[in-house]
Nanobody, 117 residues
Framework: VQLQASGGGLVQAGGSRRLSCVVD????????MGWYREESGSEREWVAG???????????SYADSVKGRFTISRDNFKETVYLQMNSLKPEDTATYYC????????WGQGTLVTVSS
């Protein structure tokens, strides 16, 4: 399985960013997926998760630090999971990764988001 996150960059505080992660080589549709982030010098932390399966709606969940600002979504046809990030804060600066929820695949390439104050 290959995980390729993209969409990071430099954004001002209060701005928005949309991250994408293409998942190659899995039965994506049935898998619970998540976004994680790692700040410099800190451990990687879970940010958001979205349930898989053959359904029309996908229950999601969020870390308290991003609840109400971030939205996770998925497109099973494109085998892609997204993270819409709004009202960004400097403390959101981190490298963001996708993986299963909970994480069990080898980590792929992350994407760096830098929020300037």
């Amino acid at each position: 399985v290959q995980l390729q996150a993209s969409g990071g960059g430099l954004v001002q505080a209060g701005g928005s960013r949309r991250l994408s992660c293409v998942v190659d080589g899995s039965n994506f549709r049935d898998i619970n997926m998540g976004w994680y982030r790692e700040e410099s010098g800190s451990e990687r932390e879970w940010v958001a998760g979205i349930v898989g399966g053959g359904r029309t709606t996908f229950p999601d969940s969020y870390a308290d630090s991003v609840k109400g600002r971030f939205t996770i979504s998925r497109d099973n046809f494109k085998e892609t999971v997204y993270l819409q990030m709004n009202s960004l804060k400097p403390e959101d600066t981190a490298t963001y990764y996708c993986n299963t929820d909970p994480a069990r695949w080898p980590w792929g390439q992350g994407t760096l988001v830098t929020v300037s104050s």
